[in-house]
T-cell receptor, first 116, second 114 residues
């Protein structure tokens, strides 16, 4: 089944303890991205990647890191989490030729992160 | 800075009603506009509209892109309780070179009562 898989689904952690949220897609998509969703603010892009070893900042990159060493994986790293990073996180992927194939972004099931 | 504004923010209707959701945008180097439905989990893709495909329809849902007014509407006819969800509008724009990014609106919460 074509899908984007995020892990974990739920995570409660303490301030300052490094964590990684994994994202993997099995559709050979070039484009991958991370979003956070907060009440009243909607979905905001954190980082995106056009392909392997190509990443760029989105609208809210502060406090996050990403890497794209393999096409299928795009982990989100919080080096020193803080309570204001408590949020619902989504990973998404799409093929590069989306405009010609009418293919939207596919989202993972989300990771609900709480930093205390 | 790219901007996407959806209206209304919230809407309550009765089953069988027809609803129209609005999305307006300001984006540099427009590439596409996408509509998503979000229930309790991840957003699911509904439509993508581009300069070469400004009207889409699937069952009771349809969407139109107005390139002149920089806006789009999502119509749902004969609404059902299963249509209750947050509807998200997102616009994709080129951000330099071959890079592009997606900007979401805050969504419209649709509640369909029996």
């Amino acid at each position: 089944e074509a899908q984007v898989t995020q892990n974990p689904r739920y995570l409660i952690t303490v301030t300052g303890k490094k964590l990684t949220v994994t994202c993997s897609q099995n559709m050979n998509h070039e484009y991958m991205s991370w979003y956070r969703q907060d009440p009243g603010l909607g979905l905001r892009q954190i980082y995106y990647s056009m392909n392997v070893e190509v990443t760029d900042k989105g609208d809210v990159p502060e406090g996050y890191k990403v890497s794209r060493k393999e096409k299928r994986n795009f982990p989100l790293i919080l080096e020193s989490p803080s309570p204001n990073q408590t949020s619902l996180y989504f990973c998404a992927s799409s093929p590069e030729d989306r405009a010609t194939t009418n293919y939207g972004y596919t989202f993972g099931s989300g990771t609900r992160l709480t930093v205390v | 800075e790219d901007k996407v504004v959806q209206s209304p923010l919230s809407l309550v209707v009765h089953e069988g009603d027809t609803v129209t959701l609005n999305c307006s945008y300001e984006v540099t180097n427009f590439r596409s506009l996408l509509w998503y439905k979000q229930e309790k989990k991840a957003p699911t893709f509904l439509f993508m509209l581009t300069s070469s495909g400004i009207e889409k329809k699937s069952g009771r849902l349809s969407s139109i892109l107005d390139k002149k007014e920089l806006s789009s509407i999502l119509n749902i006819t004969a609404t059902q309780t299963g249509d209750s969800a947050i509807y998200l509008c997102a616009v994709e724009g080129y951000s330099g070179g071959s890079n592009y990014k997606l900007t979401f609106g805050k969504g419209t919460l649709l509640t369909v009562n029996p």
